[in-house]
């Protein structure tokens, strides 16, 4: 069975106190894993897409690596506006847009 | 482009009301799903479209039907509320089943 598990589920950091957010996940065959952030009160936003391991993406403080159990959400000096609920989701083998999602990981980064 | 967009944004209803919500998205994305949002369980699959006259049944299906006539419009139909469909209501689209897919921002459904 598919299935993401994130770790863990809340984080508190400092402002630039850097940290990582952790994805495994059980696929069959990975499509491809995504990281979205997701507001209080509003819709999944999408961050990263990775689809082979050894992959890596980077946006402005964030960084996404890929292996082949597992993805990392680095996050690097946050700020206090990188404060979220960060959602990890793969598409499973069949090719039908059908994601599986973990639970997410909430953040509050401090001032 | 308004992307994907979900109406209403909050609904109470009473048990055994039906209700239909309302997605639309104007990027000519093929896949489309509805999910649903509880507190400690995540994002669950309710139902989910490929293209038009193309549905499936995802993960929590029951007590909730679909249909897919445009490839713009994706309603979700709630036949005979309960309480137990209280959550928030995520529509999304993709371009590509393998692709990234955009939400709307969601419905907040209360079935009293």
């Known amino acids: 069975e598919d299935q993401v598990t994130q770790s863990p589920e809340a984080l508190r950091l400092q402002e630039g106190e850097s940290s990582s957010l952790n994805c495994s996940y059980t696929v069959s065959g990975l499509r491809g894993l995504f990281w979205y952030r997701q507001d209080p009160g509003k819709g999944p936003e999408f961050l990263f897409t990775?689809?082979?391991a050894g992959e890596e993406k980077e946006k402005e403080r964030l960084k996404a690596t890929l292996t082949k159990k597992e993805s990392f959400l680095h996050i690097t000096a946050p700020k206090p506006e990188d404060s979220a609920t960060y959602l990890c989701a793969v598409h499973g083998s069949s090719n039908t847009g059908k994601l599986i999602f973990g639970q997410g990981t909430t953040l509050q980064v401090k001032p | 482009n308004a992307g994907v967009t979900q109406t209403p944004k909050f609904q109470v209803l009473k048990t055994g009301q039906s209700m239909t919500l309302q997605c639309a998205q104007d990027m000519n994305h093929e896949y489309m799903s509805w999910y649903r949002q509880d507190p400690g369980m995540g994002l669950r699959l309710i139902h989910y479209?490929?293209?038009?006259?193309?549905?499936d049944q995802g993960e929590v299906p029951n007590g909730y039907n679909v249909s897919r006539s445009t490839t713009e419009d994706f309603p979700l139909r709630l036949l005979s509320a309960a309480p137990s469909q209280t959550s928030v209501y995520f529509c999304?689209?993709?371009?590509?089943?393998?692709?990234?897919?955009?939400f709307g921002q969601g419905t907040r459904l209360t079935v009293v």
């Open positions: 479209s490929v293209g038009a006259g193309i549905t």
């Open positions: 990775l689809y082979s």
């Open positions: 999304a689209s993709s371009y590509m089943g393998n692709t990234e897919a955009f």
